[in-house]
């Protein structure tokens, strides 16, 4: 709904042009970066004759750098020259578009939240003079009506959420609800997906309990038990369970039977041993996890990465997506979902990386195992400040691999659009630090004005 009308108001024009052309060149005719970004050479050009460049065009093509693929060296040198251009004209440019170039700089628009980003661009373009107020005026009143919307789904699964009273019971989870829900807001804003946000919401609540009963209160001995228990997947064995693993069990066990009871009605097809699979595998990375941390062994880098990008849920999460979004499920699609695609890979690490750049001090200092960026000054010796760019340019790696895999993907366009979200909600919840877990300032701004705040909508322009 609001996402066109946003792109149509926003002063980046050039951007969505050569989006657009980026995407559609890369995928029906293979053109050269060379030929299609051949107007950036001009631009660079005029630059170092001290001629006066386009900074409109400059901060398009900045963005649409982001939509590269690998090795596309041109692409590369435009972002880096762009870039130190906008530096520039930041501090020295008109208010308006200064504040544009430096939302751009703190991060790209490819890997921002669709949904956020409107309510930012609405905010950017109420401040030029040669705005349309009825479009503007549209874009509010849509923002606003799918806010109530989301209020409404938020307060209907907060009842499950409530009826497990899991909050009571285990005092030592964290109580993440609505983060949990915000997460789906973030992955798909449209209306149609409610059944989505529902069952995702559900999901993302266990995993952050299971991830609390792995990592923070467990002792070794009752997460072997919890994790053969998931894996039989037989109710019997909660008798062999302590008191609070029993709740996390049931709950989990009657949450994908209700999933799977809905799904069979919906389509007439049996999803229970996909879900059971995520599961228990989702339990068996957390308990690598928990035995590294009990024996004191501290992972290589690789080693790390391998088991991380799984125990991050992401692939839990995309493949209970894959079957609850619309106008996805293929049976076809099936053997890419076992076997784990490039696509799904590739939205983890995204997660996985982003996570382990917000979260890591916090949970080192808490007690947990070492992150990606520990690994890596362990093996290496680097610096902290060295591990954190080698990460950085790890995850910048594999976001060019999503642009590829997001142009010649199988799936539905759905389920890829779900698969990048993913990878920017990370962005969202983490680039301050651990935004999921600890409700700073800004990470609350960021939920507040998604679900709770309304756009003001003045008399005048009525």
Known sequence: MLIPLCRTITPQKYY?????????????????????????QDEMCDFKKDQTPDVEG?????????????????????????????????????????????????????????????SC???????????NDVLLQFAKLDFNILQSVYQEELKNTSRWWKGTEIGEKLRFVRDRFVENFVWNVGMSFDPEFEYFRKILTKANALITIIDDVYDVYGTLEELELFTEAIERWDLNDMNSLPHYMQICYQTLYNYV?????????KTGYSISSY?????????????????????????????????AWISISAPLMLIHAYFVIPNSFKIEDLHLLEEYSDLIRYSAMILRLANDLGTSKREIETGDIPKSIQCYMIETGASEIEAREHVKSMMYTIWKKMNKEACSSA????????????????????????????????????????????????????
């Open 16 to 40: 969505f042009i050569l989006n657009l052309s980026l995407r559609w060149l890369h995928i029906y005719y293979n053109i050269s970066q060379d030929n299609v970004f051949d107007f950036f």
């Open 58 to 118: 400059l901060l398009s093509m900045y963005e649409a750098s982001f939509h590269s693929f690998e090795d596309e060296t041109i692409l590369d040198e435009a972002r880096d020259f762009t870039s130190k251009f906008l530096k520039i004209f930041e501090s020295n440019g008109d208010s308006h578009m200064s504040l544009q170039i430096s939302h751009a700089l703190e991060l790209p628009l490819h890997w921002r939240v669709p949904r956020w980003e409107a």
């Open 121 to 131: 661009f609405i905010n950017i373009y109420e401040r030029q003079q040669n705005k």
């Open 257 to 265: 039977n209700e999933v799977e009871f809905e799904m069979l009605n």
């Open 275 to 307: 879900l059971k699979k995520e599961w228990a595998g989702l339990c068996k990375v957390y308990l690598t996890e928990a035995k590294w941390y009990h024996s004191g062994y501290t992972p290589t880098f690789e080693e790390y990465i391998e088991n």
């Open 411 to 462: 799936f539905s366009k759905n389920f890829i659009d779900l698969s990048i979200n993913l990878g920017r909600m990370a962005l969202f919840f983490y680039q301050h630090g651990d935004g999921h877990t600890i409700q700073d300032p800004e990470i609350q701004n960021r939920i507040q004005s998604l679900i709770w705040q309304p756009i003001p909508i003045t008399p005048t322009q009525y």
